[in-house]
């Protein structure tokens, strides 16, 4: 391992980055499938090097917190010949590459994106310089799952969709938002290639950024999409397709991959499982593969959003999971406060924090789940600065740690948002909050919610289209409303 000066800023499982609890390790995960070999590895890692802890993240990757010393080269071959760690030292860095968890199984799916995963993985493995890629370049693919990652921000996605004209697949390209390029599922990573190949040699010419290689967002807003593309399409031995028609607009619900749903596999139905704030001890990591290799498929689906899947389970054996799940512990309930919850690493962990965000946020789900029900997802997020690393996409609740001064000392203290407007985080709703009172002014708002909201209407729907002098007073009944 590096030493703490050479660490870098975007951590890999061969060099971590330095954390205020330690250095933070991550595994790159393609597609996020994990089979049963491959957990107890990893479950042994954090048991020898961490603190028996692993996280699952918002891009589907696994991190080990505070690591105590350096993992051995032995280990290094052992992950590697498991498929856990590049073959190629240099690529590890680089983001992981993302896919919808129900790939290959979603009833809505238009096309089984794992093999894509593979190909594009297999390109970076076999292609060294594609190392001197920026650590957060990356690439998604969406089948046209109901379970879907359009949303998730990635540097390039590749959207399946069907053409009207002969009902055939193709995939729509996506950079920073829609290209109108339509492309075949035999040119995808032809496409790809040329589009890091132009970005590498756009990156060798242009200064550092805040020391850091360009990402490709600086290279869109410097040329601008069309030139990009003019550039990739000098790369590729065939023509880019221009589509004619608009994307289709999804809808997409919030959190619905928790719970029981049945598979495009006739008699199989996979399960999603809620981990609060994407936490697994080593012990869990184990039997929960071991419940996949007795019940399901034999694989562990990561989600970017924290929890993870058991798919390819017989449907007459799923009510025997569901209480081998509970034992364990853990639950498959969306409308559990815990079950979308999101937090950045807190003080503990980044200087930028201002607050101890994960405990924070567990502590106030668990205060709150004494004191009301829920009926449908609530997503809560807490960011411990303005930055919001963990959470981009809207919300429904968001609360942005800051410092409050109160006589003579500072305490932490958040001010809470929801809904999507107004602002990045949406309205602000209460205003330096102390962290004793932020379940009390939670449940007032959730309260209000539950009672005035329309059927089917989530909260940040109900924020959004309530007049904010008109929820304040609701909120705060007291007080008089002057205007």
């Known amino acids: 391992m590096l030493s703490l000066s050479e660490l870098p800023t975007c951590p890999g499982l061969f060099s971590g980055s330095r954390a205020r609890d ?9 597609g996020g499938i994990l089979n049963v070999a491959q957990c107890g590895a990893i479950a042994d890692l954090v048991d020898r090097y961490g603190t028996g802890y692993v996280q699952v993240t918002n891009r589907a990757n696994l991190q080990i917190r505070n690591l105590n010393s350096a993992i051995s080269a032995e280990v290094w071959q052992d992950l590697q010949t498991l498929g856990l760690a590049s073959r190629l030292v240099e690529i ?42 920026s650590p957060k370049f990356s690439v998604g693919f969406d089948g046209g799952e109901s379970v879907s990652i359009r949303a998730i ?25 829609d290209t109108g390029i339509i492309i ?38 410097d040329w601008g999409v069309e030139k990009y593309l003019e550039q990739i399409q000098h790369n590729l031995p065939f023509v880019l397709q221009q589509s004619s028609i608009a994307p289709s607009e999804k809808s997409l619900a919030n959190y619905q991959h928790l719970g029981i749903h049945p598979q495009q596999q006739s008699g199989f139905s996979y399960i999603g499982i809620a981990l609060a704030l994407g936490w697994l001890k080593s012990q869990q990591l184990r039997d929960l593969a071991n419940l996949a290799q007795n019940f399901g498929g034999g694989t562990l689906r990561l989600t970017p959003w924290q929890n993870l899947l058991i798919s390819d389970i017989p449907n007459h054996r799923l009510s025997e999971l569901e209480k081998s799940i509970a034992r364990l512990g853990l639950h498959s309930s969306a409308t559990n ?7 950045c690493a807190g003080n503990t962990g980044c200087a930028s924090a201002m607050t101890d965000t ?57 001010d809470i948002y929801a809904g999507t407007t107004d602002s990045p985080f949406g309205r602000k709703i209460f205003q330096g909050v102390r962290v004793a009172e932020i379940a009390s002014f939670t449940n007032k708002l959730l309260q209000i919610y539950q009672r005035w909201r329309s059927p089917d209407e989530s909260l940040g729907e109900f924020v959004d289209r309530s007049a904010i002098d008109q929820l304040k007073q609701l909120l705060n009944p007291k007080k008089p409303n002057h205007k």
Request: charged share 20%.
């Open 337 to 343: 406060l815990d079950s979308c919850l999101v937090a």
């Open 92 to 133: 590890d860095p680089i983001r992981n590459i993302m896919a919808s968890p129900t790939a290959g199984i979603d009833r809505q799916s238009l096309l089984d994106t794992r093999p894509l995963v593979t190909d594009w993985d297999n390109y970076l493995q076999t292609h060294p310089e594609q190392s001197e890629l």
């Open 22 to 30: 330690g250095i933070l390790s991550r595994m790159r995960i393609p």
């Open 358 to 414: 994960q405990s924070h946020a567990l502590e106030m789900v668990q205060d709150l789940a004494q004191k009301l029900q829920i009926d449908r997802p609530i997503n809560i997020h807490f960011s411990g600065c303005e930055k919001s690393c963990a959470q981009h996409s809207p919300i429904d609740i968001t609360l942005v740690g800051i410092q409050i001064k109160q006589q003579n000392e500072t305490i932490a203290g958040y």
């Open 184 to 221: 075949q599922e035999s040119q995808c990573i032809s496409v790809l290639a040329a589009i890091a190949s132009v970005y590498l040699q756009y990156t060798k010419n242009q200064p550092r950024i805040e020391g850091k290689k360009p990402r490709l967002r600086h290279l869109l807003a």
């Open 153 to 177: 921000r990635n540097d390039i996605l590749l959207a399946a969709e069907r053409r009207y004209a002969d009902a055939e697949i193709v995939l729509r390209l996506y950079l920073n938002g």
